[in-house]
């Protein structure tokens, strides 16, 4: 009989157990830790708890994950994967992982806290202020500057994108919606004039 299969004695309780039930440790002889999992995770809880910090006791059914963001226990379907980790996937869930992408979108890009844009959408009253009927919730800058404009719903705010954000093209799609189409008059090569 070989020692992996005689198993390994915890340092901590004393009992046999089966190599399986220790955790990896490449510092040590054999590549195992001295305690088992259980003494070991609750050596740990007991440090945590003299240090004043949060434990966890989550009791977590088969396929199913401890979200560290709203700490919800949710079905392993509610998590990205990630290679690097232990039970390979994220240690937080994807509605976690979605907001907070959403609060480093808006300070990476516009440099915006979420309050200080609601703030914004609330002088506007909630409501886009170009087509004033739907709610606002793209943030509009200048793609020059890089300021703040304001807040506007999704149509809107490509609206002007695809104008090029050029005031002039702006007037001449209202002129042309109001019924005042017009044509230019081609003066040298690329120069155009408009009628009165």
């Known amino acids: 009989m070989s020692d992996s299969d005689a198993g390994k004695r915890c340092s901590a309780c004393k009992r046999t157990l089966s190599t399986s039930a220790f955790a990896a440790n490449r510092s040590k002889l ?3 830790q001295d305690r088992c999992r259980e003494c070991g995770a609750e ?18 059914p088969e396929g199913h994950k401890h979200c560290l963001g709203c700490d919800e226990v949710k079905p392993w379907s509610e998590w990205h994967k990630n290679a690097s980790a232990s039970d390979g996937l994220s240690t937080r869930c994807k509605a976690c992982r ?5 609060k480093r979108h808006l300070k990476r890009h516009y440099g915006l806290t979420e309050a200080e844009r609601d703030a914004v959408v609330a002088s506007q009253r909630g409501l886009c202020v170009i087509c004033l009927s739907a709610s606002a919730v793209h943030v509009d800058h200048c793609h020059k500057t890089g300021s703040v404009r304001g807040v506007l719903c999704f149509n809107c705010n490509s ?25 230019p008059i081609l003066v040298a090569t690329g120069v155009y004039q408009l009628p009165s």
């Open 159 to 183: 609206a002007i994108g695809k104008l090029g954000d050029d005031p002039d093209a702006v007037r001449r799609a209202a002129a042309y919606l109001e019924g005042n189409s017009w044509k």
């Open 30 to 32: 054999d590549g195992l």
């Open 98 to 102: 979605a907001v907070a992408g959403r």
């Open 43 to 60: 050596a740990y809880r007991r440090g945590r708890e003299a240090r004043g910090k949060r434990v966890r006791r989550v009791n977590v």
